[in-house]
């Protein structure tokens, strides 16, 4: 190293010195980091496991809890249901009171409301089946006429629930809402009526 000052010679010195020093904390960096990753990565698979684990638990509840439901559910709470009750009594009262005139648009406005047309019947638009349950879409033949009184009760059987004075009925299979339409109509006799159009999703388990 002749010709070379001693400041540069130690300068070299001193380089290569460092040069292992570097080398193992880019070593230490780089593995820290991945370990790091690592972590993160096993803690992203354990909390999805996490997740489908309890996903998979309540999936199983969901099913224990409606297996024993009510295959003629639909038939029995629902559809067999009679709306406007206040506006057929009030009718009722009409035309048997000797004063009625035999009014054809009161008759065929109660026979509307007594017979099956303001009934809320059903028809099947789309049937899935699955490893454990049958899925069915409904959609109601044609829209009916109601009054809020007759939105609780119906709500509470499709829901399953109390609502207002309303109880839900045994044996409910579980049910969805997928479309829910409610338009005022205007009234008669001072009865409120709305109009409802009501599309469901049942699902019935193995």
Known sequence: MKGIPFSRQLYYVLIALLIPVVVAFSNFYIKKNSLN???????FI??????QSSKQAQNIQVREHFRDAD?????KYIESLTF???????????????????????????DFLTGTEN????????VESYAFFQETERTLQKP?????????????????????????????PQMIILDFRLDKQ?????????????????????
């Open 37 to 43: 990753e690592l972590k993160d990565q096993l803690a």
């Open 46 to 51: 354990e909390q999805r496991a996490l997740n």
């Open 71 to 75: 295959h003629y559910y639909l038939d």
């Open 84 to 110: 406007l009750e206040p506006e057929i009594e009030s009718l009722n009262k009409m035309v048997t009171s000797k004063n009625f005139a035999g009014d054809d648009a009161i008759k065929k406005r109660l």
């Open 119 to 126: 009934r809320p019947i059903f028809h099947e638009t789309k």
């Open 144 to 172: 009916i006429q109601i009054n809020s009184e007759d939105l609780k009760k119906l709500l509470s059987r499709i829901e399953g629930m109390k609502i207002g004075s309303y109880e839900p009925a045994p044996g409910r």
């Open 186 to 206: 205007a009234s008669l006799e001072g009865n409120e009526v709305f109009q409802l159009n009501l599309k469901l999703l049942t699902r019935e388990y193995n």
